[in-house]
Each structure stands twice: as C-alpha cells, then as structure tokens.
C-alpha cells in the first residue's frame, strides 16, 4: 500500500511554520483585547493565510512504498498506469510509446534570495522487462524538469526531448538515463549504460551498468534482466557534485558508479517538477517503478526492496533460442543484434527509406520494419543497399536478392568475407525475412513483433516468396496471414 508518511512542507522542518503559528495566537490576543482595528486585522488574517498556504504548497518530501492509491498525487501521461498491485508501469510491450510518471506538486529547487540550487536526495526501485531476452527497448529516465507535460518523443529520446530541442540549454532538465539500446546519434558507450543527461541525450557523463560490493570490486548489471534495481541519485549543491548509485538489493553501494562536478543552479528554475520518463522503440520493454523516495536539503528515506510490491504475472517467457555470440553458425542472431545496434542511424537514410515515404511524408511502425529488411540484407550481404558504382542489375541490394532467390541462387549474394563460415538455412532464413520486410507493398511486411517469432522458431517462413516483391496487396496479404494461421497474431500496419 501507498505511503507519504515523509510529506512535509517546505518549512516544517524548521520553524518557520511555527512562529507563523505563535505569531497568529498573539494577534488573535491582541484581538480579542480589542486592540487592533478591523482594517489592521482584516489584512493581517489575508497575510497569515497567504503565509500557511504557501507553507503548505511545497513539499520538501515524499515516500512511496508502491503507488497504489496516489493517483492524485501522481500525474501520469502517455501509456504510464498504476496497477492494481500499486506497481508504477511507465510503459508496456507497444512499439514507439512513451510514459511520464510526475510528483503533482513541484518543489523549491533553489533558493530565492541567492539563485543557488539546494541539495536533494531520491531513491527508487525499477525493473525492466523486455519482450524479448536481450533486447531491450528503450529505457527509462529520473528527471527534474519544468514541466509535467514533456513535448518529447519515444525511442532514443526516452520521452524527455525531441529533435529539434535536444541540446538546448532553455530546456532547464536534468534527467539520470538508465538505457537499453545503443544509439550512436548521442554517442551512446552501450547498450547497457547509466547517463547523466544536461539539457540533452548526449549524456555529460556515462558509465556501463554496474555496482561496487562490499570490498569495492565493481560487479556488473544487467537493466533489462527483469530483477529489481536500487538507484540512489544525490545532490549536494556545497561540493556542486551529483552521484549515481545502482545496487542489486536494498543496501546502498559504498561507491557510486557515477560522480560528476556540476553547479545545477544555471540548470534550474525555482520551482520544477519531479518523476520518470520512459519510451520503446521499434522493439519494446515493460518499465516499471516499484518505490520511490525523495527529499529537498536531505537523505530520502530508505526503501526495503522486500516490503515493496512485486510485479504482476508475466506471460510464458519467449526466448531467442541462442545467445550472442556463441558460434559463427548463429549467424542470424549476430545479424539481428548488430542491425537493432545501428538501426536508429540509419532511418530516413537513401537505400532504407520505404517507397511510400516521399508520398506519405509519414514515418510508420511498417516504415520502420522496411528500414530494418534493408539492415538484415546488409549485413549478410556485406554491401550497402545502393551501389552507385555496380552494374545495373546490381546496383539495388533489395533487386539483386530478390532476382537470386528466384533463380534459387540466393546464397550467392551472402558476403564473401564469411568465407563460407555459415549455417545455410539461418542465412537463408535472414534473407528471405529482409525481403519480406523490405516488400514495397507496406501491408505486406511483417511487424517486428513476427520477425522475432520468425527468428525464435514460432512461426515458420513460408517456402516460397513468389508474391512477396511488388504484388498486389491482396494476394500479399493472404499469403502473410496463411503463415501466421497457426498463431493468430496477424497484425494489420
């Protein structure tokens, strides 16, 4: 069950409340005494009152041991939602969304008088589920920001900024980023990695993911491996320094695995607002906050991970059946990793641009999959989607394969450089998945949902792709739904 025991004004912890208090009782003495004019007291009683309710408006804490019950005071947006189990979930296994999770009230986050930003403390416990074992997407993000309603956009911009603001320093955010995905845009280290964010997604300071134990060796975590992490996230505005803490359980790390020198005063505004942000990609992950803690000019409140709320029963687990890396033969999967690694690049690219696109002017989820068919073929071919300099029949990748496949010589086209050094059926398999996602017709390729079932052995490719390269949509679409009548998941783009 939800709690705020720690919410507490601003003030209260000095005494400011009370002498506002002691000073009332003393007028209301002199008033009973007779002593004060209707006038004078009528404007004392508006100044005591503006005086309470400012005192009242400004938390300087609070403490949540799951969510359930706080609804007024949590402000959701996009797909975030309470469960009944008092699990915060910012956002679920849909592609390209996004989830905000604020505190309703902001707090004072610097001081009036001098400009100068205050100390502050959070703690909180997050999970992340990815649809999919390994690959995650996108991440989630601890932000102090001026607004509750963020105009950002979901994959690698985390639901906090959006491309024509990112970097500029009107933006007056923090954000602590704890991301899934590699994206080279922001010069991204991993795609396992903590991010001090100022401003901007290309983070002022990173680190991979991990944890120092009791005798300060580092040991590695893994976001996305669906177990709960501890964050602690401390200011203190006299040394101007922030440190990141990650640990496995409820006990706080003697290290942090972040610590960066910055003065948050140009930073922030007076008052800002506090919460989480989350966002999926083209492949998604369920991100959840399980506890959250934070204090102004303080520690927050520890938080015992055992006293926290579980997460709700998951479906049947999938798996991609191999592990990266374990041989050359597992080639498909190298392919799969390493295309999801550079695909953020890469959209919007000649050679990946869907043919609908220059009439549509429209980016889509199928868009989307029609760039990623281009990556898959790439990758196996070892050359890019147009070669200027090939012969003519050549010169488009999509074209070339597509024409080897009919001839049944479709192994050809793999890139030489792997020296033959393959499984001929995963190749296969990679092939004919990049040309169905790269068909022209965009209702005829799979979502990205199917490629991995193609890929984990769900579902089975069909034998033949006589219709899947520039036929009607009608014939396409029948052949796509026959392969998936075993499942009954077909999904319309």
Not at 92 to 114: D, I, V, W
Not at 464 to 474: I, K, N, P, V
């Amino acid at each position: 069950m939800a709690r705020e025991a720690g919410f507490r004004c601003l003030l209260v912890e000095s005494d400011a409340q009370n002498w506002v208090l002691r000073l009332n009782n003393v007028v209301n003495r002199f008033d009973h005494a007779g002593l004060i004019e209707d006038n004078i007291r009528d404007e004392m009683e508006r100044v005591f009152v503006h005086a309470r309710r400012s005192l009242s408006c400004q938390p300087s804490e609070i403490f949540f041991t799951g969510f359930k019950g706080v609804d007024t005071n949590i402000t959701l947006s996009g797909v975030a939602e309470i469960g009944k189990n008092g699990v915060l979930r910012l956002t679920n296994e849909t592609s390209r969304l996004m989830g905000h999770a604020f505190y309703t009230s902001p707090f004072q986050f610097k001081n009036s008088s001098n400009g100068k930003a205050f100390s502050f403390s959070t703690s909180f416990a997050f999970v992340v589920v990815p649809e999919y074992p390994k690959l995650g997407g996108h991440g989630l993000a601890f932000a102090i920001s001026t607004s509750k309603d963020l105009k950002a956009l979901p994959s690698q911009y985390l639901g906090l900024l959006n491309a024509s603001d990112s970097g500029n320093f009107t933006n007056h955010l923090l954000a602590v980023e704890f991301d899934t995905v590699q994206d080279f845009e922001f010069e991204d280290i991993n795609d396992n990695h903590v991010g001090i964010d100022i401003n901007s997604l290309k983070s002022n300071a990173s680190a991979p993911a991990a944890y120092y134990s009791d005798d300060f060796s580092k040991q590695d975590l893994n976001l996305k491996g669906g177990y709960a992490i501890q964050v602690w996230i401390d200011y203190d505005s006299v040394q101007n320094l922030l440190n990141v803490t990650l640990s496995p359980t409820s006990k706080k790390a003697r290290l942090p695995i972040l610590s960066f020198p910055i003065d948050l005063s140009p930073i922030f505004k007076e008052h800002m607002y506090v919460g989480f942000s989350s966002s999926t990609g083209l492949l998604a992950s369920s991100h959840y906050i399980l506890g959250w803690s934070f204090k102004m000019n303080g520690q927050a409140r520890a938080l015992d991970l055992s006293s926290l709320p579980s997460l709700p029963a998951s479906p049947k687990e999938k798996h991609m059946g191999l592990t990266i890396g374990v041989s050359v033969s597992s080639v498909f999967l190298a392919i799969i990793v390493i295309s999801l690694a550079i695909f953020y690049t890469v959209v919007g690219t000649l050679g990946y641009l869907a043919p609908e696109l220059p009439r549509t002017g429209k980016a889509t989820a199928s868009s989307d999959v029609y760039a990623f068919g281009a990556l898959l073929l790439e990758v196996a071919c070892g050359r890019r989607p147009i070669e200027p300099k090939a012969l003519p029949e050549e010169m488009v990748l999509v074209d070339l394969v597509w024409e080897r496949f009919r001839e049944g010589k479709v192994l050809d086209v793999v890139d030489p450089r792997l020296n033959g050094q393959y499984n001929e059926s995963e190749m296969v398999m990679v092939l004919k998945l990049g040309l169905m996602c790269s068909n022209n017709v965009s209702i005829a390729r799979p979502t990205m949902r199917q490629v991995i079932m193609f890929l984990d052995g769900e579902c089975q490719l069909p034998e033949s792709l006589r219709t899947l390269h520039g036929a009607a949509c009608a014939d396409v679409e029948k052949d796509i739904i026959d392969a998936f009548d075993d499942f009954g998941e077909f999904e319309l783009l």
